[in-house]
């Protein structure tokens, strides 16, 4: 499958779920209501990079990925399909290198974004719980050695399952370009 096919094919994807019938709540609801407009998290994210193409990041862009981040998520809801968010992937352990059987370490880079979330699909489980799709589109920025950031761009989705007025929890997949990563990110977070 070529990337044209892949990119035709994910656009008709997005067409459909955008376009289904979702039970939401309406902008008035949203807005009237203050104390629902934001939502903090907290989770981990899980990099995957080729070695090679980590190897290369490392020597030309002076920037170590890390594979193994804690993220910290805030969310304002702006309206009933759209949100914003800000994100910080603060790394958690340094990147390891084996070099001539040696163990060599080195300092992870931390990465920050604000992006906007879009719901493209929502299902009421009851009268309190929801589960639903949303799609995230962001820059990304990752700090390199002498302390600059390097821009990149990352696009994903995120499933989330929760209270409407409460704790949630969430699992997002997402692509970063800029350096090819994929990236798994989980947590949990509460509703104010």
């Known amino acids: 499958m070529t990337a044209s096919n892949k990119k035709n094919i994910f656009i008709i994807l997005l067409a459909i779920l955008s376009s289904s019938k979702t039970q939401s709540h309406t902008q008035k609801e949203v807005s009237n209501n203050t104390a629902k407009n934001w939502e903090l998290s907290f989770g981990s994210t899980l990099i995957f990079l080729k070695d090679t193409d980590n190897q290369k990041i490392k020597n030309e862009e002076k920037i170590v990925i890390p594979t193994n981040a804690a993220l910290f998520n805030i969310n304002y809801l702006y309206s009933s399909k ?16 084996i070099t001539n059987n040696q163990i060599s370490s080195e300092k992870s880079s931390p990465s920050f974004g604000l992006g906007g979330l879009y719901k493209l699909w929502q299902k009421d489980l009851n009268k309190d719980s929801i589960f639903k799709l949303d799609m995230c589109l962001s820059p990304l920025a990752v700090i390199n050695s002498a302390g600059w950031p390097k821009a990149s761009f990352l696009y994903g989705s995120r499933l989330f399952l929760g209270k409407k007025e409460g704790v949630f929890m969430y699992l997002g997949f997402s692509r970063t370009y800029g350096f090819e990563g994929n990236m798994l990110w989980y947590g949990v977070g509460q509703s104010f």
């Open 82 to 97: 759209l949100s914003l968010f800000l994100f910080f992937n603060l790394p958690v352990e340094e990147q390891k290198f």
